[in-house]
C-alpha cells in the first residue's frame, strides 16, 4: 500500500466507523452467510457482539495501517486464532468480498474506484499476512 491509499482507507473508514456498528456488522454478517453460508455454524455466538468485535479490530488495525510494523505480529495471531475456529484459506476471499460490499453499502457516493482499489490494497495486505500465518500454524499443529 501506498500513502495515499492509506490515507484514503482511514478517510473512507472514518464514515463507516460513525455508522451504527450493529448495521455494518449485520450488513456484513448477512452479506458472509449468503456468500458462503457453510461457515454459519463457525459463529455459535451473538452477532452483534461479534459485529462490535469485528469493528473494534477493524478500527485498530486502520488507525495503525502507517505502522504495520507495529501491528503484524497481532494481525497473525489473530490469524492462527481463526485457525481454531475453522477457517480455511479459501474463505478470506469470500471475507474480503463481504467487506467491500459492506463499504460500498456504507460509504455510497463516496465508494469510488480510487477506494476501492486502496481497499483491495489494504485487505489484500492484512489476508496475505493472515493466510501466511494460518498456514504457519496448520503446519505446526
Request: aromatic share 10%; charged share 20%; net charge negative.
Amino acid at each position: 500500500m501506498n500513502q495515499q491509499q492509506i490515507a484514503l482507507v482511514k478517510e473512507t473508514w472514518s464514515t463507516v466507523a460513525a455508522l451504527d456498528p450493529l448495521v455494518v456488522g449485520d450488513l456484513f454478517y448477512n452479506r458472509l452467510f449468503t456468500i458462503i453460508p457453510e461457515v454459519r455454524p463457525m459463529f455459535r455466538g451473538d452477532i452483534p457482539e461479534q459485529s462490535k468485535k469485528l469493528l473494534h479490530m477493524l478500527h485498530y488495525v486502520i488507525r495503525k495501517l502507517d505502522r504495520l510494523d507495529d501491528i503484524m505480529d497481532e494481525v497473525r495471531k489473530l490469524a492462527q486464532r481463526h485457525v481454531g475456529y475453522g477457517v480455511q484459506a479459501t474463505h478470506y476471499h469470500s471475507v474480503g468480498s463481504a467487506l467491500l460490499w459492506t463499504l460500498e453499502q456504507g460509504l455510497g457516493e463516496a465508494w469510488t474506484e480510487e477506494a476501492q482499489e486502496a481497499w483491495i490494497a489494504c485487505y489484500t495486505l492484512l489476508a496475505g499476512a493472515m493466510i501466511g500465518a494460518s498456514a504457519y500454524e496448520v503446519a505446526a499443529a
